[in-house]
């Protein structure tokens, strides 16, 4: 399958579960950020296989988010590189620190 299959799978997935009528954007967005601290835990452990699992897990709670607050995740993927691919900064201890303007 291709993304947009994949995204209208995850989709179709959580529809079929009532995902959309039961949960709120807030419950959808903490369960988001369980899923970052599984991609933090995996890296700190280096276990490549729940790296991948994690980051997965991170797409389908976007995507599910995406489908809640009636946006596209390509309009806001695009909307974000726009303002990034501006950005100017440094690499400091490992990580990009972006310039205050």
């Known amino acids: ?3 947009s299959e994949l995204e209208s799978a995850v989709e179709q997935w959580a529809e079929d579960r009532g995902i959309f009528d039961k949960a709120t954007a807030l419950k959808q967005a903490l369960k988001t950020q369980e899923e970052v601290t ?3 835990n995996a890296i700190v452990d ?3 296989d729940e ?3 994690a980051m997965g897990d991170i797409l389908v709670t976007l995507i599910i988010q995406a489908k809640m607050q009636k946006v ?3 309009v806001c993927l695009e909307g974000a590189y726009n303002i990034i691919s501006k950005r100017t900064g ?3 201890n490992g990580q990009f620190v972006k310039d205050e303007h």
């Open 38 to 40: 599984e991609l933090v």
């Open 90 to 92: 440094k690499m400091v």
């Open 51 to 53: 790296i991948q699992d």
């Open 72 to 74: 596209s995740l390509e």
């Open 46 to 48: 280096n276990d490549f």
């Open 1 to 3: 399958m291709n993304y």
